[in-house]
């Protein structure tokens, strides 16, 4: 077991569409932590060129960025502001680490402790709450595509099999959050 040291670090949740990382960064940016999505990289740049926010105009937009500079595209541009939550004291929860590359680069440019968390659903259970969010639902259909296209395409599954630790996620929200409860308590992780 990894027990994080007294200085700040960061723990990086990964994991398939629809598992439950948002449920738990939300949590634990509640809790004190600095969070930073990914994802939200390319909802701002979505954004900034003045598209509608929609899977197609993120896909583009994400596949520019990673074009331009690299598969750790989103974790190169975040490293500054994560770097700066560092140097104010605080713990990180990264909501979203998807390519390997992205890992590599922050578990080496980072400076600070680097724990990935892994959160796992089984896909029919992901797939039913994608089709059920607010915010950009998904048909099971889109749902199978995205799987694949982040698999094939994003170097997902690499973060994912590197994970130091892996809550399930095949009950509540509630049941989740106490699994994470219960490991931070383990690690000795504060915000």
Not at 61 to 83: N, T, Y
Not at 132 to 137: D, F, K, V, W, Y
Not at 171 to 177: C, G, I, V, Y
């Amino acid at each position: 077991m990894h027990n994080i040291p007294r200085q700040p670090g960061a723990l990086a949740l990964v994991g398939m569409p629809g598992s439950g990382k948002t449920v738990c960064a939300e949590h634990l940016m509640r809790r004190g932590f600095f969070s930073l999505r990914f994802g939200a990289v390319v909802v701002d740049e979505v954004l900034r060129r003045g598209l509608d926010v929609n899977p197609a105009s993120e896909r583009v937009v994400r596949e520019e960025l990673r074009a331009r500079h690299g598969m750790a595209a989103m974790a190169a541009i975040s490293l500054p502001k994560l770097k700066a939550a560092l140097a104010d004291g605080r713990n990180i929860i990264i909501d979203g680490l998807y390519s390997f590359s992205e890992y590599q680069l922050l578990d080496h440019e980072l400076g600070a402790p680097l724990l990935l968390v892994a959160v796992a659903a089984p896909r029919h259970l992901r797939y039913e709450r994608l089709s059920q969010r607010l915010i950009r639902p998904l048909s099971a259909a889109e749902a199978r595509e995205r799987d694949i296209r982040e698999i094939e395409y994003l170097e997902k599954g690499g973060p994912i099999a590197m994970a130091d630790y892996t809550l399930l996620n095949d009950k509540t929200p509630d049941d989740l959050l106490r699994r994470l409860e219960n490991l931070l308590g383990d690690l000795s992780f504060e915000p």
